[in-house]
């Protein structure tokens, strides 16, 4: 959330206006009758809603039992880490671009020191949530220098490590393609280390390339939607604190559902004005962004990351 926006001052959602966890659970309860099966909570930060495991239970008991999890910035685990193990989440994504005390003070503006991520991992271990998935974002001249030195601490732990190549989300990261490490570079950097080797991916629509090391000390993963986009095999469908249906992370809008939740309509009703939007979706900003970077860019008007989660 941009320190020049959101100051002391700001004018946060109004309660009111926010999704009350009876909300989401239907809601989750109508993708599920769709035939979703993944549910991931994400933010902003998650761990900052108040009474969160509540959520979590009431999202881990529903039909089908599914597979849950919880993208976070790793800050607040160690004090939640074992209440949400409880409620029935199953795992965690910790979000590091860097192991580098400097380099990470840097790319979060001053307000974080590294040890307090690898606390909330260690937490999240403890509790049974492990093995975790460790995203990281990766800038040429940022942080591409310790791409290497990140994957050799968690190897050998069970734990994956996940490097996105660096995307223009949103509106304000001031992006330029020349900052992008392409995936092939990544791959080369970490086969020189440590020689990798392409593995299968799990399913359809995984956005993630996996490596594994080939002395088997365990996988790695490369997110190449800048350079290989995926958007032909996207499964993924995001719904906003305040209700929106949204079809890709670069979308400038979304489907209002609070409107119809609230106003009275069944699940029946629910389930048909999802299915309307998900049927005809055409969503294929990362392939048109590869075909024309700027001319796309200039036009565009999308939500904030920090509205969307990854």
Known sequence: MPAELFGERYQFLPRSEILSFEEIERLARVFL???VRKLRITGGEPLLRADLPRLVERLAALPGAPDLALTTNGVLLPGLAAALRAAGLRRVTVSLDSLDPET?????????????????????????LGPLKVNCVVQRGVNDHGIVDLARHFRGTGHVV??????????????ELGQVLPAAEIARRL????????????????????????DGSGEL???????????GDCTRARL????KLVTCLFASSGMDLRGPLRGGADDEALRALVGSVWL???????????????????????????QLGG
């Not at 996940?162 to 992006?175: A, L, P, S």
């Not at 993963?221 to 958007?231: D, K, L, N």
């Not at 906003?240 to 209700?243: L, N």
């Open 240 to 243: 906003t604190t305040d209700g």
């Open 280 to 306: 005809r979706r055409a969503d294929r900003y990362s392939e048109l962004r590869s075909e024309a970077t700027a001319p796309l860019r200039a036009r565009a008007k999308k939500i904030e990351m920090h």
């Open 33 to 35: 009758g769709l035939g």
């Open 221 to 231: 993963g490369i997110i190449a939607s800048v350079t290989r986009p995926f958007c």
């Open 104 to 128: 990470f003070l840097r790319m979060n503006g001053g307000k974080l020191e590294v040890q307090r991520v690898l606390d909330g991992i260690a937490a999240a271990e403890a509790a049974g």
């Open 191 to 214: 086969d020189e280390a440590f020689g990798i080797e392409p593995a299968p991916r799990g399913y359809r629509g995984e956005v993630a390339e996996r490596w594994r090391h080939r």
């Open 162 to 175: 996940r490097f996105i190549e660096y995307m223009d989300v949103g509106t304000r990261n001031g992006w």
